[in-house]
């Protein structure tokens, strides 16, 4: 049976900083990271992994470690959409979405390069947010596990030659 449509409202809060170059933006947050109140919170999500995986660092696994991870490596954190109208974690579900105000890093941190995490937060932000912000974005594989047609070493070696350019 299909998961209804709910109103969705994003409840996380942006993660940057003044140091941060690299923005990456997911669709709208899963009900898990929802639920645990950060980004990538499911645990079967392979974001996490895949981060250390680039950097050859230990997974982080509390909110405290992920944040000072992605302080570390100057990354900020966010989603495309604000709200929207979403079954369970579905992206092909999403409708009516309405754009997170990307302005609010844009002009507090120096972004040099504007990341999705999947197709649809890359076909999102080309809708909703380019036109905003005028940047262009790069799409990474989904690091979902419904994505199971890459492995972790592979998404890592992709996201490796965005994130660091090897």
């Known amino acids: 049976m299909k998961s209804p449509l709910l109103q969705a409202v994003h409840e996380l809060e942006p993660f940057y900083d003044s140091r941060s170059e690299i923005l990456i933006l997911g669709s709208f947050p899963s009900p898990k990271s929802r639920e645990t109140g950060f980004y990538y919170g499911h645990p079967q999500n392979r974001f996490w992994k895949i981060l250390a995986g680039v950097f050859t660092e230990e997974i982080p696994n509390s909110i405290e470690e992920k944040k000072n991870f992605l302080k570390r490596h100057r990354i900020a ?16 579900s999403i409708r009516n979405p309405v754009p997170n105000p990307l302005g609010l890093i844009l002009d507090h941190a120096p972004i040099k390069k504007i990341l999705t995490t999947g197709s649809a937060a890359f076909r999102l932000y080309e809708k909703l947010c380019r036109p905003l912000t005028g940047i262009g974005a790069t799409a990474l594989p989904s690091p979902s596990p419904a994505n199971c047609a890459m492995s972790l070493p592979l998404l890592t070696e992709r996201y490796r030659s965005v994130i660091i350019g090897q």
């Open 77 to 92: 954190l966010w989603d495309v959409i604000a709200s929207c109208e979403i079954a369970g974690a579905s992206d092909q």
